[in-house]
T-cell receptor, first 115, second 110 residues
Framework: NAGVTQTPKFRILKIGQSMTLQCTQD?????MYWYRQDPGMGLKLIYY???????DKGEVPNGYNVSRSTTEDFPLRLELAAPSQTSVYFC??????????????FGPGTRLTVL | GQQVMQIPQYQHVQEGEDFTTYCNSS?????IQWYKQRPGGHPVFLIQ?????EVKKQKRLTFQFGEAKKNSSLHITATQTTDVGTYFC??????????FGTGTRLQVTL
């Protein structure tokens, strides 16, 4: 199993540009998450999904959009990049359910710089 | 909402010294998880504690879950340079999400 994969590894955007961060997991996990981590800081939840077709906002959703058309894929879309979105973005997945939270498996991250 | 705080934020030790990080939740937790993130890497799951007062060991790492299930600690005995990184605790929040702690960054020098 490849686990959780993310592309690209690095990206530099200009202000106002758009991009999609890709995330794929091959563990048949129902839950998927997007976090951002600013330098020297903790993890902030952007969006999450409890299954295909279902997504919900996390702590810091503004400026981002997601979709979940399949169990495996959970892309994150930045529409109008701003310098405040310079960060490392981690995708994660887990097998969780009502009242049950399993461990989360993280991808290697995408390092995004907006200039 | 639920908050999970960790202290200290940062600790610098000499190799061979012990290290402890403490995790405190504003709410009672059904379980607590610990993750390690190496510099430039991604968080990796270490362990999960479920029972009140539970203690688990992984080689030089000792994890404890408080009796009230609102706090936890990670103790590393005789640190090595391979222990460098940031240690996060995490507790279940709403909708089966995890609330991650603020993290403790450990630096180990020879």
């Amino acid at each position: 199993n490849a686990g959780v994969t993310q592309t690209p590894k690095f990206r530099i955007l200009k202000i106002g540009q758009s991009m999609t961060l890709q995330c794929t997991q091959d563990m048949n996990h129902n839950y998927m998450y997007w976090y951002r981590q600013d330098p020297g800081m903790g993890l902030k939840l952007i969006y999450y999904s409890v299954g295909a077709g279902i997504t919900d906002k996390g702590e810091v959703p503004n400026g981002y959009n997601v979709s979940r058309s399949t169990t495996e894929d959970f892309p994150l879309r930045l529409e109008l990049a701003a310098p405040s979105q310079t960060s490392v973005y981690f995708c994660a997945s887990s097998y969780s359910g009502e009242g049950y939270t399993d461990t989360q498996y993280f991808g290697p991250g995408t390092r995004l710089t907006v200039l | 909402g639920q908050q999970v705080m960790q202290i200290p934020q940062y600790q610098h030790v000499q190799e061979g010294e012990d290290f402890t990080t403490y995790c405190n939740s504003s709410t009672t937790l059904s379980n607590i998880q610990w993750y390690k993130q190496r510099p430039g890497g991604h968080p990796v799951f270490l362990i999960q504690l479920v029972k009140s007062g539970e203690v688990k060991k992984q080689k030089r790492l000792t994890f404890q879950f408080g009796e009230a299930k609102k706090n936890s600690s990670l103790h590393i005995t005789a640190t090595q340079t391979t222990d460098v990184g940031t240690y996060f605790c995490a507790g279940p929040g709403t909708a089966s999400k995890l609330t991650f702690g603020t993290g403790t960054r450990l630096q180990v020098t020879l």
